[in-house]
């Protein structure tokens, strides 16, 4: 990934668990979308909360797209058993470290 460039990042909020009938949920990175060329971040992130399917419900009967700012939006999707969500938030990709930490101190912008 090139450094300093803008992507959506999607995260559903997926069962990872749990204890008997009830699932423990947690935020998981479902993709990473790049900004493509001549297309401005705010518009690429409406554009995926808009069209984005994710892995449930399997059936989708109606869709509540929330803007939380011009870069972060909140999805419910409803299906005819279950409502599951998911966020699409703008994110800027400043480093790929192969596994080391950064050794200076914080970031200039």
Do not use: C, K
């Amino acid at each position: 990934m090139a450094d300093n460039a803008w992507f959506a990042l999607v995260e559903e909020n997926s069962p990872v668990g749990g204890v008997g009938l009830r699932d423990t949920y947690a935020w998981q990175l479902m993709e990473i979308i790049p900004v493509p060329a001549g297309v401005e971040i705010e518009e690429l992130v409406h554009d995926v909360a808009l069209r984005f399917s994710p892995v449930r419900p399997a059936f989708p009967t109606r869709r509540s797209v929330f803007r939380v700012n011009a870069e972060t939006y909140v999805v419910r999707v409803e299906g005819a058993t279950s409502a599951h969500h998911f966020r699409v938030t703008a994110a800027e990709h400043i480093a790929d470290l192969n596994g080391q930490a950064a050794q200076s101190g914080p970031a200039s912008t």
